[in-house]
């Protein structure tokens, strides 16, 4: 099986495909409360093939507020992250090999504790690196944290960055606000 073979098996069991601007392979599975997302490719070694996959769980109220944030298009953002994926090797990947990861997959996302991921989040420091301010900026506004996100409004304009990484703008920080106070109201 090559990694094209993966993607119907996978939405015949109820997955959505998609492929990045790179062509990495990627699909999502919606729970009630929950996105899943696999990342995967096969790879052939000598005498073998791996499926290998990268997890992550997310929320719609999550995604929306990253990318909101962030001014990005795109539907997902990831909450939490697996930091072992799936790793399967045999003699020849097969179909039975995908629905197990399928299975894995969506045991894994179920066992997550989404409320602890945007807690986790939400107390990055304004310092964090990377992703990690517009992380902690959708955690607090998903949380309906409107005083912090306030305070850091307040900050900014006293010429007090809080030491956000410099992509971070004053914009990052009002589309927050703004986000933060729509979940408040359910708008």
Not at 47 to 68: C, E, G, N, P, W
């Amino acid at each position: 099986m090559r990694t094209r073979d993966v993607t119907p098996v996978l939405k015949a069991l109820g997955w959505k495909a998609y492929t990045d601007e790179v062509g990495d392979k990627y699909t999502h599975y919606e729970l009630s409360d929950r996105v899943v997302e696999i990342i995967y490719s096969v790879r052939r070694g000598l005498d073998h093939q791996d499926f290998r996959a990268m997890l992550s769980v997310s929320t719609d109220a999550f995604s929306i507020a990253y990318k909101r944030i962030d001014n990005e298009t795109g539907t997902y953002a990831p909450l939490i992250v697996a930091w072992k994926g799936l790793d399967i090797r045999a003699s020849e990947i097969l179909e039975d090999h995908v629905r197990q990861a399928s299975e894995e997959a969506i045991a894994w996302a179920k066992e997550q504790d989404l409320a602890a991921g945007l807690q986790k989040h939400a107390a990055l420091p304004t310092t964090a690196p990377g992703t990690g301010p517009v992380l902690h900026l959708a955690a607090l506004a998903v949380l309906r944290d409107v005083t912090k996100l306030k305070s850091y409004q307040a900050s900014w304009a006293a010429g007090d960055r809080l030491g956000f990484v410099p992509y971070v703008t004053k914009d990052y920080i009002d589309r927050a606000v703004s986000l933060a106070e729509e979940f408040v109201t359910g708008a």
